[in-house]
């Protein structure tokens, strides 16, 4: 990874772990995630303007990732708010990141989808899906199958499925979009335009889905119930945040060492839900943490 995608991760992880604890503190349902992703759109709506012309000279391949992208951030965001309402920020986080982390590398390499991982590069991933399995643990000298089950845990998984699919599909339609656009601004505009576009597709995805499960007037309810203030805010995050690790694609070999470098949000939200929700802090999850940094540094140096 290059300097420069290494600091666009870094400020992204910060962003990240930020809304994250907005939704924990508020208790983020699929209303809430509809609205803020609709918030996401709406604040990228003037640059989709400004930069009309890029936009028309999206490819229809491109376009048709969009459905796609978009259901996946949708299994993301239900996945996440159900293991946050299930479970502690400092544990459910993690954990819903870890899986991911040798997935998405997995599957790009049987895709054929950039350069093969390092052996440096695959043993920091390792590390850091370790320190992931250690954090929720109650002693690190008695380590329990049972501490990592539970209904947080399947929705943590179902929140890795998300990533684990939008990661790979915003790669590829993001190399055939700078392709077409061309250019020294393509790194730029080709990820914004993209992740104002998602942001739009999965606030209609999550719209049709909590019709389809609680019926319009019951998603109404939620809606309005939903603390607009909070959504919004965690929407404009996860939209700049996003834009951010999108940049930063074009700045790495490899789309598995941005994802597993984007852990690094990891211990920034273990340190969030202990000093500012009170969640306890043992001997576990600080090695945890310890293991996760310790592997981040390794997919650096990949």
């Known amino acids: 990874m290059s300097v420069t995608a290494v600091v666009l991760v870094v400020f992204s992880a910060l962003v990240h772990a930020g809304w994250n604890l907005l939704g924990k503190r508020d208790s983020a349902n699929g209303a809430y995630f509809c609205i803020a992703s609709a918030a996401g759109a709406l604040v990228m709506f003037p640059i989709l303007l400004f930069w009309s012309g890029a936009v028309g000279r999206m490819p229809p391949g491109v376009w048709m990732y969009l ?21 502690d920020l400092s544990v459910a986080y993690p954990v819903a990141r870890a899986f991911p982390v040798l997935m998405v590398p997995l599957i790009s390499a049987a895709m054929g989808s950039g350069d093969l991982p390092t052996a440096t590069a695959v043993g920091g991933m390792i590390t850091v899906t370790v320190g992931l399995l250690v954090i929720p643990q109650d002693r690190i000298s008695r380590l329990s199958v049972s501490h990592l089950w539970g209904a947080w845990v399947l929705y943590a998984f ?145």
């Open 67 to 87: 459905l796609p992208t978009g259901l996946f951030q949708a299994l993301y965001f239900t996945g996440l708010g159900g293991a946050y309402r299930t479970g």
């Open 158 to 302: 179902l929140a890795g499925i998300g990533t684990t699919g939008y990661s790979i599909i915003d790669d590829t339609a993001l190399a055939t979009y700078r392709e077409t656009l061309g250019g020294e601004l393509s790194s730029v505009q080709a990820p914004i335009i993209y992740s104002a576009l998602q942001s739009a597709s999965t606030a209609l995805l999550l719209a049709l889905f909590g019709a389809v499960r609680l019926g319009p007037r019951r998603l109404s309810a939620e809606l309005r119930r939903t603390q607009l203030g909070s959504a919004a805010t965690a929407g404009v995050a996860i939209v700049g945040a996003y834009c951010l690790v999108l940049v930063a694609y074009g700045f790495a070999r490899n789309v598995s060492y941005v994802v597993a470098f984007r852990q690094i949000s990891l211990p920034i939200g273990t340190l969030f839900g202990v000093v500012l929700l009170g969640e306890k802090m043992n001997r576990a999850r600080a090695a945890g943490t310890a293991l996760i940094i310790g592997g981040l540094v390794l997919v650096s140096l990949g």
